[in-house]
Structures are given as C-alpha cells and as structure tokens.
C-alpha cells in the first residue's frame, strides 16, 4: 500500500475514534441505571426486609461503582483529547496543511490549552495558581455522565445518612463516599498532568520540513 493511502486510511480512522467514544454512552446507562434503580428498591425495602448490613454493603459497592465510572469518563476525555492533538499534528503535514484549521484548540503550542483548569472553568481564572492547575476534561456528553457519576456518589451518600440511625456503619458509608467523590475528582487532574506532558513533548520536537523527511526516508 502507497504511502498516501496508510496515511488517508489513518488520519479516517483518527476522525472516526472521537465519534466512537460519544457511543459510550450506552455504556453509562447501563452503570447507572441498574445501580440507582438498586438504591432506591433498597431504601424501600429497608429496615423491614434488608438488613442493615446488606444496605450498607451495598451503599458502598455502588459508590465504588460510580468512582470507577467518573474515572472511566475520565479516561475517555484523555483518549479523546490526545486523539484531537495526533488529529492537528497530521493535518500540518504538507499534504494535508491547506485542510488543516490554523488555530486547532487541542493542537501543542495552540491558542486553546485544553490540560488547565482555568480553560473549562471561568470561576477559577480568577486565581492564576488555580487555572493554571492540570486539568483534563471529557468531552460534550461524556462530561454529562461524568458530573452524573459525581452527583450520585454524593446522593448516595446523603441518602444514606437520611435514612438509617447514625451509627459505625453510616459513618464507614460517608468515609467511602467522601473518598470516592475526592478520587473522581482526582481523575481529571490525573489525565490533565499527562495530557500536558504529552503536550509539553510535542511542543518542545524540532519541526521538520518536507526535505528533512525525504532524507529520513531515504536512509
């Protein structure tokens, strides 16, 4: 296969990942949706026919549920942000610069540094120490269900401090749902630090112009 055509065949499949991670969503109702359909049929049934044990047991498995789905998200909108920057790092080819857009959001040395948290956040561009702070976000609809999984670890916690008497048991479930919301909300900064390393070392690569890939062709 010619060079140009492994090229074309790569630079459709980069545009067609980004497409694929907003079908993820299917994967993120069936997360929440048997889980908070769960919760709920517990609350009901307890103290009568569940234990306090089992409610409990179960409270914290399903905020571990919804840590491991906020880190999910979080994931995905690391895949995606580095998909977006490989996307803008093609597109400067010489074959494909006049289709290239000039100020690529995500692209290593762009006007949009998309690792802060100051870029999604307008509040924390107050406080330079704070937007400048490593932040990875995921996209559009990701970032919904991400929010969703932070807002149900919370609720669930809240819920159960709501309605069962205070006691060990509910203070172990508020530890967990505290360390569970703190750790979602690690998550992105997690991915923001590499996200801008990965930055950091595109942005500090020598630039090579056609002739210099000719020769590294060549030999």
């Given at each position: 296969?010619?060079?140009?055509?492994?090229?074309?065949?790569?630079?459709?499949?980069?545009?067609?990942?980004?497409?694929?991670?907003?079908?993820?969503?299917?994967?993120?109702?069936?997360?929440?949706?048997?889980?908070?359909?769960?919760?709920?049929?517990?609350?009901?049934?307890?103290?009568?026919?569940?234990?306090?044990?089992?409610?409990?047991?179960?409270?914290?498995?399903?905020?571990?549920?919804?840590?491991?789905?906020?880190?999910?998200?979080?994931?995905?909108?690391?895949?995606?942000?580095?998909?977006?920057?490989?996307?803008?790092?093609?597109?400067?080819?010489?074959?494909?610069?006049?289709?290239?857009?000039?100020?690529?959001?995500?692209?290593?040395?762009?006007?949009?540094?998309?690792?802060?948290?100051?870029?999604?956040?307008?509040?924390?561009?107050?406080?330079?120490?704070?937007?400048?702070?490593?932040?990875?976000f995921p996209p559009e609809l990701v970032a919904v269900f991400w929010w969703a999984f932070l807002i149900c670890t919370a609720f669930l916690t809240l819920a159960t401090v709501a309605i069962c008497d205070?006691?060990?048991?509910?203070?172990?479930?508020?530890?967990?749902?505290?360390?569970?919301?703190?750790?979602?909300?690690?998550?992105?900064?997690?991915?923001?630090?590499?996200?801008?390393?990965?930055?950091?070392?595109?942005?500090?690569?020598?630039?090579?112009?056609?002739?210099?890939?000719?020769?590294?062709?060549?030999?």
């Amino acid at each position: 296969m010619a060079e140009t055509d492994l090229r074309a065949t790569g630079h459709r499949l980069f545009l067609e990942a980004p497409r694929h991670r907003e079908q993820e969503v299917l994967r993120y109702l069936a997360i929440l949706g048997p889980a908070l359909g769960g919760f709920v049929w517990l609350a009901m049934k307890y103290p009568k026919d569940v234990t306090a044990v089992t409610f409990h047991v179960a409270a914290i498995a399903l905020q571990g549920l919804m840590l491991l789905g906020a880190w999910y998200g979080a994931a995905l909108g690391y895949n995606y942000r580095c998909i977006t920057m490989l996307l803008s790092k093609e597109e400067k080819s010489p074959d494909l610069a006049d289709a290239a857009l000039e100020a690529w959001a995500d692209a290593p040395g762009g006007s949009g540094d998309r690792t802060t948290l100051g870029h999604y956040f307008r509040w924390a561009r107050r406080w330079p120490w704070l937007s400048n702070r490593p932040w990875c976000f995921p996209p559009e609809l990701v970032a919904v269900f991400w929010w969703a999984f932070l807002i149900c670890t919370a609720f669930l916690t809240l819920a159960t401090v709501a309605i069962c008497d205070w006691g060990w048991p509910v203070g172990l479930t508020v530890i967990c749902g505290a360390g569970a919301f703190v750790l979602s909300l690690v998550a992105p900064w997690h991915f923001g630090k590499k996200l801008r390393s990965v930055r950091e070392k595109e942005a500090s690569k020598p630039a090579t112009g056609p002739e210099e890939n000719n020769h590294e062709r060549r030999s």
